[in-house]
Each structure stands twice: as structure tokens, then as C-alpha cells.
């Protein structure tokens, strides 16, 4: 080894081991390992001193963050032509090489949806007619009231009120509530067959596919949402079409010359159509989309990666300028479609239901959060005057017993805000600045969940066991007006306890590794790995259809909880891309200095 500072590789039986790591490796390792490290340490300090700026400090934590690194630096290291083959079960998918026939992918398409469907059945009869929780009772009183409210999702609340109104029209809610599953369960597994067969259209291995088809059919957040009437389930599909289609649309999966034009608009088209249901069905997906695009056309502008020698000709980086502005330009026509249409659904669907705006309660979630806390932390550090001010927004009358650090539902329902919001957003930034560190644990205290692996206040935020029907996911049974139950009537009574051991008692924690597939954070790290790692390796295209996926994520910041079933899209789609990642055509790493 005469040159040290380099990387140095040596092949043995195929599989590239990673000895001396370059300065850039260390670079984009530092990147992942970094942030991860620190949430480790941080999340550790809230848990068990109730603040960040404790002294103290978790051994296992520090020792865990350091081995997770080290990880990642490996994995960071290894060339992609080594993963691939290993992705691919030992065989490299060839530059040029075409996917597989249409005709064998829709027949692959249809059975890995069938079979899913079939998985869930068990579930579905367990919980029948549904699980009717989360906000049903809500959305099903606009329904009958006929006062709709763009609260929730317009267009979900209609779908779902289209089979309450057929059980009404039957003779029984709860028989409207079961057509509903059983729609919802087709529309789900089609969609994660699809996703299936993405890997199978990509050429990803068996055994990975395998492993994804076990998640998506046996995983318990998949089948008891599948069931669920909740409208993160649907969105979630969405967000999972929406980011393979624009994954194949930013990659150019199936080289676009031999497709045709005709191929190509259609790809295009399913990926607006795909775009926007997704954000007619979340209100924060319109922000996420919005903040990502700015980052998406700035990717399509960079440089293809160069040849061996590190030589372009004049002609080929012509003709790689003008792919780069013919990228540019369709994906900007994609995303002004895509938000024209969404703009001229949503006031349709606002105009013919006559519906009110929503509370801006929602978007104050964390400010109010910040202020509560303050009060129940600092009360007496607070300026007299300060204090008589925040008094008209934040009473101490019902502050010190609403206030809770993992959920901002109580003190927002409670906080006056509409008398005087000016007055409210000054009471705020004063009382932030005199007390920023109340403020900043605030903050990460309430999106815990989102980025601490080993949190589990996420799991028991309204509570736990099965008799209430709280805990990991909700399952418990809504009440209706009289005349419009939703009756649950187990016909697997059996199974339901188990599952309720699962996802209400909360067992599954007791599960060591297992237990971290359940974490929402687990999803959120495995995302920013996705990212770092096609940076790394500059496949910036690959970085694309992720980014998405990470506003919408740090949307989730603002939320007044943190709920799996609002990072499901996450958890649905990020085990999608990573093998996507890994089984591209093959590429030579680079040990750029």
C-alpha cells in the first residue's frame, strides 16, 4: 500500500472490504453520524433529566451513537457494484439492460397484491366492521350535520361518508363501514403490490422482495390500518405512488429513447394524478411539496457523473446541459400542473359542500407548547408584567393540569387566540427570549418520537392498554348518535387479542431490535442514510424523489403530537427506496479527494 491517504480496497471473492477511509468519505460519514449521535444524547437527556442542557450523560447512549457510525461509515464505504451484487443475489444489473416485460409485470403486480389482500383478511375479521377511531366520530358528524369543515381532508371525509351513507342506506352503519375496509384493504395492497413489483421491475433479488412483502402483509401497522379509518392510510399509498412514479420520471428508469414518447407522457401523467390526490389528502403535503421543489430543480441542474479519466468532451457536455434544462423545464410544468389541479380541486370540492375554513389553532401547536411550558417550568422566573400578558392566553388556571410535554392537544384547545392573535405572537417571541432554553426543550420534547430511536412516549400518548383501545395505534370504537352506531362484532376473537397485545399493551417493546421497527425515528434515520449515501455516491438524480419524503418529515416538527400514523407514509415508502438505492445500474465509486 504505498499511497496511504487514499482509499485502499481489496477484492476478495467478489465483496470489496473497506480498509482506509478517504477525507470525503469521512466527510458525508460525519453527515449521517453526526446528527444521529446527537439525537442519541439529547433525546437520552429529555427522557431522563427533562431537559437538554442537563449535565449528565448516557453511557449506552454515547457507546451506541459511535458503533451506529462506525456503521455507517462501512456502509458508506463499500463500492455500489459490491452492494448491487449482493442486492441483486450475486448478479449486476447491466447498463442498458431494459426491465422486465410489461405482460410478466402485471401478472407479478396482481399476485403480490392478492396475496397481501389475503394476509389482511384475518385482521379485517378481527376488527370488523373496521376500526372506527382517530377522527371518524368527527369527520362522519360533518357527514350527517351536512356542515363540513376543511378541518380534515375534504376529500377524505367525503369517501369515507359515501359508505356511511350506504350502511344508512342499507339498514346499517356498521355494513357500510365493512364495504369501507374491504375497499380500503384493495386499494392498499394494490398499491403496495405495485410497490413490489417496482423492486421486480428494477430487477432488486428475491429475497429482498420477500422481506418487503412480509412487511407490508404481516407487519401489524399495515394490517390494522389497513382497516383503519384514519386518512393517513390512503395518503400514505399516495405518497408511496407519487415517489416511485417521480422516481422513475427523475431517473429515467427503462432508457426513455427506446420508450417512446407516448410512454413517457404517461409516466408522466400518473406521477401529476398521483401528486395530486397526495396533497388533497394532507393539508401540510402542500407545504412539504411546495418547500421541496426549489431543491428538486436545483438537483436536476447537476453535473452527470464523469467518465474514469475525469474527461468530457465539448459535445458531451453539451448535450448533458440540454438534458439538464429539458429536465428542468418538465419538471416545472409536473409541479405547476400538479398544484393548478390541486388549487382547482380543493375550491370545487370547498364550493359544492359549502365548507368552512379550519381552525389556525393547528398551526400554533408548538408556540403554544413553548408557552405552556414555560409557565409550568418557570413560573416564578417570569417578569411580572410578562406574566400578567401571557395570563390572556396561557391561564394558570388550567395550565399546570393540561400541560403535557408529548402532546399540545390540551393547551390548545384551552389557549384564547382569536381575541387578539398580534398580541399573542408578541407575548411569544418576548417570552422566547427570555427563556429560550424552556422554549427549545419545548420543542424536541413534543416531536420526540420523530428523531429520538429509543422514545416511547409516541406509543402511549392518550394512553395504553386494551381496554381503552389506546396505545400504539388507536383501535378504540367511536361513538355515534343513536340510529348510527358502528357496532364492533370480532368474528376472530382470538386474533384480536393478540393484536391488541400488540399495537393497544404495547408488547411489542419488550422485543429487543424487533422493537425498533415499530419507531417512527427508525424511518426518519434510515431516509436521511438514503440521502447522504446517493450524495456520496453522486447519483444526485437518486437523491430526487427522497426530498419530498424529508420536508414532509420535518413538517411533522410542527404537529401537535407524534403519532405512527403520521409518519406512516414514511414508513411505508422509505423501505421501498433504499433497495432502489442499491440495485441501480452499475456504478464505479469514486475516492474523489
Keep these: 500500500m504505498k499511497n496511504t491517504n487514499k482509499m485502499v480496497y481489496i477484492r476478495e471473492n467478489s465483496i470489496y472490504i473497506f480498509l482506509v477511509a478517504n477525507k470525503r468519505l469521512l466527510r458525508f460519514s460525519f453527515l449521517w453520524g453526526i446528527p444521529f449521535a446527537i439525537s442519541c444524547v439529547l433525546g437520552w437527556r429529555l427522557v431522563h433529566e427533562g431537559t437538554v442542557f442537563g449535565s449528565g450523560g448516557s453511557a449506552a447512549a454515547y457507546a451506541g451513537s459511535l458503533l451506529l457510525f462506525i456503521l455507517e461509515t462501512a456502509v458508506l464505504s463499500v463500492p455500489a457494484a459490491a452492494l448491487s451484487a449482493v442486492v441483486m443475489g450475486g448478479r449486476r444489473r447491466k447498463s442498458g439492460e431494459g426491465e422486465r416485460e410489461p405482460k410478466k409485470r402485471k401478472a407479478v403486480w396482481l399476485f403480490y397484491s392478492l396475496c397481501i389482500f389475503l394476509c389482511w383478511l384475518p385482521v379485517f375479521l378481527a376488527y370488523y366492521p373496521s376500526v372506527f377511531a382517530y377522527d371518524a366520530e368527527g369527520q362522519l358528524y360533518q357527514v350527517l350535520a351536512g356542515d363540513y369543515s376543511t378541518h380534515h381532508p375534504l376529500v377524505h371525509t367525503l369517501f369515507l361518508g359515501?359508505?356511511?351513507?350506504?350502511?344508512?342506506?342499507?339498514?346499517?352503519?356498521?355494513?357500510?363501514?365493512?364495504?369501507?375496509?374491504?375497499?380500503?384493504?384493495?386499494?392498499?395492497?394494490?398499491?403496495?403490490?405495485?410497490?413490489?413489483?417496482?423492486?421486480?421491475?428494477?430487477?432488486?433479488?428475491?429475497?429482498?422482495?420477500?422481506?418487503?412483502?412480509?412487511?407490508?402483509?404481516?407487519?401489524?401497522?399495515?394490517?390494522?390500518?389497513?382497516?383503519?379509518?384514519?386518512?393517513?392510510?390512503?395518503?400514505?399509498?399516495?405518497?408511496?405512488?407519487?415517489?416511485?412514479?417521480?422516481?422513475?420520471?427523475?431517473?429515467?428508469?427503462?432508457?426513455?429513447?427506446?420508450?417512446?414518447?407516448?410512454?413517457?407522457?404517461r409516466e408522466l401523467a400518473v406521477c401529476v394524478f398521483c401528486a395530486v390526490f397526495m396533497l388533497l389528502f394532507r393539508n401540510n403535503a402542500v407545504y412539504a411539496f411546495v418547500a421541496g421543489a426549489p431543491v428538486i430543480?436545483?438537483?436536476?441542474?447537476?453535473?452527470?457523473?464523469?467518465?474514469?479519466?475525469?474527461?468530457?468532451?465539448?459535445?458531451?457536455?453539451?448535450?448533458?446541459?440540454?438534458?439538464k434544462k429539458k429536465a428542468r423545464k418538465i419538471y416545472v410544468c409536473m409541479t405547476l400542473l400538479a398544484l393548478a389541479l390541486y388549487g382547482v380541486c380543493a375550491f370545487l370540492l370547498k364550493t359544492a359542500v359549502h365548507a368552512q375554513n379550519g381552525s389556525p389553532r393547528e398551526m400554533l401547536s408548538v408556540p403554544l407548547q413553548q408557552m405552556a411550558r414555560t409557565r409550568v417550568k418557570a413560573e416564578e422566573e417570569i417578569a411580572k408584567d410578562l406574566r400578567q400578558e401571557l395570563e390572556k392566553y396561557i391561564s394558570s388556571e388550567w395550565v399546570f393540569a393540561a400541560y403535557n410535554p408529548h402532546l399540545a392537544d390540551p393547551v390548545k384547545s384551552r389557549a384564547v387566540i382569536h381575541d387578539d392573535p398580534v398580541g399573542l405572537i408578541r407575548t411569544?417571541?418576548?417570552?422566547?427570549?427570555?427563556?429560550?432554553?424552556?422554549?427549545?426543550?419545548?420543542?424536541?420534547?413534543?416531536?420526540?418520537?420523530?428523531?429520538?430511536?429509543?422514545?416511547?412516549?409516541?406509543?402511549?400518548?392518550y394512553g395504553i392498554g386494551t381496554e381503552s383501545g389506546f396505545g400504539y395505534l388507536s383501535t378504540d370504537n367511536r361513538v355515534m348518535p343513536a340510529g348510527f352506531e358502528v357496532e364492533e362484532h370480532s368474528l376472530l376473537p382470538g386474533l384480536r387479542v393478540f393484536l391488541e397485545r400488540i399495537v393497544s399493551d404495547n408488547e411489542y417493546s419488550k422485543i429487543p431490535v424487533v422493537r425498533l421497527l415499530f419507531a417512527p425515528a427508525l424511518y426518519w434515520w434510515l431516509l436521511w442514510l438514503y440521502l447522504v449515501t446517493a450524495l456520496y455516491r453522486k447519483t444526485y438524480k437518486e437523491a430526487l424523489p427522497a426530498v419530498f419524503l424529508a420536508a414532509y418529515g420535518l413538517t411533522l416538527l410542527l404537529s401537535p403530537t407524534v403519532l405512527v400514523r403520521y409518519a406512516y407514509s414514511l414508513m411505508v415508502t422509505v423501505p421501498v427506496l433504499l433497495p432502489c438505492l442499491l440495485s441501480g445500474v452499475e456504478r464505479k465509486c469514486e475516492n474523489t479527494q
Design 162 to 265: 359515501a359508505f356511511f351513507r350506504l350502511g344508512i342506506a342499507v339498514g346499517s352503519c356498521s355494513a357500510g363501514m365493512a364495504v369501507h375496509s374491504v375497499v380500503q384493504m384493495a386499494l392498499m395492497a394494490c398499491a403496495f403490490g405495485w410497490a413490489v413489483c417496482f423492486l421486480y421491475q428494477r430487477r432488486v433479488s428475491g429475497w429482498v422482495r420477500a422481506l418487503l412483502f412480509l412487511f407490508f402483509a404481516l407487519f401489524p401497522a399495515n394490517s390494522v390500518l389497513a382497516v383503519s379509518t384514519t386518512k393517513d392510510v390512503l395518503f400514505a399509498a399516495l405518497v408511496l405512488l407519487y415517489t416511485l412514479s417521480f422516481y422513475r420520471v427523475a431517473c429515467k428508469e427503462g432508457a426513455p429513447e427506446k420508450q417512446g414518447a407516448a410512454v413517457r407522457k
Design 428 to 461: 411569544w417571541v418576548r417570552l422566547g427570549l427570555a427563556h429560550p432554553a424552556v422554549y427549545i426543550d419545548a420543542f424536541l420534547d413534543n416531536s420526540l418520537g420523530l428523531w429520538y430511536l429509543w422514545d416511547t412516549s409516541h406509543a402511549q400518548v
Design 297 to 323: 430543480y436545483a438537483g436536476f441542474g447537476k453535473r452527470r457523473r464523469q467518465k474514469e479519466n475525469g474527461v468530457q468532451d465539448a459535445g458531451v457536455r453539451k448535450d448533458d446541459n440540454q438534458q
